[in-house]
């Protein structure tokens, strides 16, 4: 199988279909030039199987030849070799991974320019200004992306000549300025490097190449993928294309268009554009761009055919697309398209609108209701749940709005400084010029990001929307100045707090009070297809452990509680008291008046809880944790001991702090253990739950009640602890005609209780496993620790592939899950399952739990919301991979 393909070469199935071997860029671009032969500049892509057999084991045997056959091909297409000094071939290397990375790889323009072709091309184009800009552009590109060279090496030079020759923007250079700026950039890539700028047309574009495969493993593309779940085994494809030219003239530019509105999902093409331009110029955020309807001003015929290709793509790839395109003396030329990245809310929108049909004639289309729930994810609804200013502050500028949602946070001027600073834990908002790949690790941990210069598609622009980061981009009344920015007479220096309202583009000096946000109408529509869709199927409950979160689960969709955690109760400022009571009890009856007193507390919770979710059913798990974390630390009281003395009762704490002290709590002396020592705990909790929902039933409501005991891990355990639960139900229940049906069940957080399901499941009503501790105890991880020092260095190094506490590990702890799940049915056909971990918000975990035959997933109840739509995609994706 070769590892190099030309554009136009002609493969079994649609190219769309092959982004697993040629990228998503190369696919799209195989895609335009073969099946919708739109003006796209010949070349050819450099398959991800060479990047990947390149990093195992070095530069393939087979490329150089197929490298070189390919160009041969390009050169007789275009009339022009590569390196030629009179009339050079030039071309742009783009990384294209399978997935969209924005900004994460490394594209270099221009290549094949060297001392003696660059006077070529001023010959053939007479255009010395032109050849020279292109070439100081493929210096700087070349030097900082391929050898290594710091970019501020070119930048400063740059601004020196902008101001000596008293110009704003570089397209006004003239030719000496340029020339003398080549010379700049090539002395300062030797004294960087030891070696002159390479001048051989071949060995640039290997180095080019080999600086793209090389990328795919830098610390920015890792940490791209670790963020966005990506494989890190999948490597990138490289594309290699004739170059064309939006510096040329002002007839010549460059742009970047959407066939909808990324930002807002409106039925309206929108981009930015420069003349005279090359494509970084407006990614990058160089220079402040403008929009297209500008550009029908200036290009009309151009701007008409650039829309019949928009609709043309949208009506072939069924969605909304975004597109790099080039002007060249009048010419349009196509560079690449992708389906588009957008905001949460143009998600939503777009989704619902697809589904109504859009187009004309051959170019009509339309989406299902089924492929509209899968077109929006937990990223987009996130977004449209971020919260908004809930007054007026003191504007200091206004940007462009290229990412909804408000942020507050102390100002860093620097990625580094930004994550400094959010180790401390301090809420930060980045601000740069302009940012770029090198400042991803910082805008990672941003609450918010401001860039003086740039467009909607700049770098920052798109990070900050695929990621759901409110940011601003484009505010030029900011000046910069090493570690501070003003406005006026205004100066904020860093760890000075600022406000950033990504929806209105609005900069507030200081920190303004945030409101929620209020969600569109197509945010609903969608959760309501997906609620058709999974009905009976997979059904959404939220953790909650108050009325409150109850009420508010509730309303954001959650069709009952899978984890109420009665140890959250005991927590409270008035219950902890009563709590140490029971604890510190010398007798019999110093414990049963405690519990007492606890027993009539928990029932006024279980009241809010069971009347929030009338009608709903409502898991109570019975205490937890080891009571040594109810009383203060041990070594504390120590200390204090040493220094000020200790008062009687803290003398009886610390005695009981260190009699219940365990070297490992998290599998010591909790869950139904403690009820085997502290049997009277169990029963007052579960007198609480039925009285409170006794009391329900009498006002006409319908509370129902599942209680759950955790952690038990043989048949026997379970067997005792159902008993002490049952003894009190009949109690309760002793007299009644009609009795409702109190279930009872455990949860599953054991590799034991996983594999002894079987046995379990016969004194078990239902299951819900607690992936939480099922992870930590599969992996022999403590979620406390390792997660902060040792997570991200096995993410890094790809030894995990993703955090196993975000997104269920599917061999290890999935495998347990499907086990269990296998293992209970068996016993008991109707055993109901569900998971309660934090996985059941996760949408790659509802996967698992769906293909495992779960009937319910329960998760935090802000993202019960994001449950229900994860539910109905697994349900769908289920049903295709089946089909």
Known sequence: MPYVYAFDHKHRRPP???KDLLGGKGANLAEMTSVLKLPVPPGFTISTEACVDYLASGWPDALDAEIAKQI???????????????????????????????????????????DQSVEGLATVTDDERFAYDSYRRFIAMYGRIVLGVDGELFEEPLEHAKHRAGVINDAELGAPELKHLCEAYKAAVENATGSPFPQKPREQLDGAVEAVFKSWNGARAIAYRVREKLSHDLGTAVNVQAMVFGNRDDNSGTGVGFTRNAATGANKPYGDFLVNAQGEDVVAGIRNTEDLDHMKEKFPKIHTELLVIFRRLEAHYRDMCDTEFTIEQGKLWMLQTRVGKRTGAAALKMAVDMTKGTGKGDDRWKISREEAVMRVDAHHLDAVLHPQFAGKGLMLAKGLAASPGAAVGKVYFTADDAVNAADRGEPVVLVRSETSPEDVHGMMVAEGILTARGGLVSHAAVVARGWGTPAIVGAEDIKIKGKQFSVGDIVVSEGDVISLDGTSGEVVLGAMELAS???????????????????????????????????????????????????HMFLAPDRLPVVREMILANTPAQEEMALEKLRAAQEADFLDILDAMDGLPVTVRLLDPPLHEFLPSAEELRLKEATDGLSNEEQE????????????????????????????????????????????????????????????????????????VQAEIDDALKGMRRKPNITIGTMVETPRAAICADEIAEVSDFFSFGTNDLTQLTFGFSRDDVESRMMPAYLEQGLLKRNPFETIDQDGVGDLVRLGAKLGRETKPDLKLGVCGEHGGDPESIQLFYDAGLDYVSCSPFRVPIARLAAAQAIIGSAESTA
Request: aromatic fraction near 4%; include cysteine; proline fraction near 5%.
């Open 16 to 18: 769309m279909e092959y």
């Open 72 to 114: 041969s091909k390009l050169e007789k297409a275009m009339g022009r070799k590569l390196g030629d000094p009179s009339d050079p071939l030039l071309v742009s290397v783009r990384s294209g991974a399978k997935f969209s990375m924005p900004g994460m790889m490394d594209t270099v323009l221009n290549l094949g320019l060297n």
């Open 517 to 567: 946000a209020e969600p569109p109408a197509e945010f609903h529509t969608i959760l309501k297809w997906a609620d058709v869709i999974r009905k009976g199927k997979l059904a959404v409950r939220a953790n909650a452990d108050t009325g409150e979160d109850a009420a508010n689960a509730r309303e954001l969709g959650a069709e009952g509680i899978g984890l109420c955690r009665t140890e």
């Open 653 to 724: 704490m610390l005695a009981a702090a260190e009699s219940w002290a365990e070297h490992n709590p998290m599998i010591g002396t909790r869950g139904v253990r403690l009820g085997v020592i502290k049997p009277g705990l169990y029963a007052m909790q579960v007198r609480a739950l039925l009285a409170a929902a006794a009391t329900l039933r009498e006002r006409g409501k319908k509370p129902i009640v599942e209680v759950m005991i955790p952690l038990t891990v043989t048949r026997e355990e379970m067997a005792l602890a159902r008993s002490w």
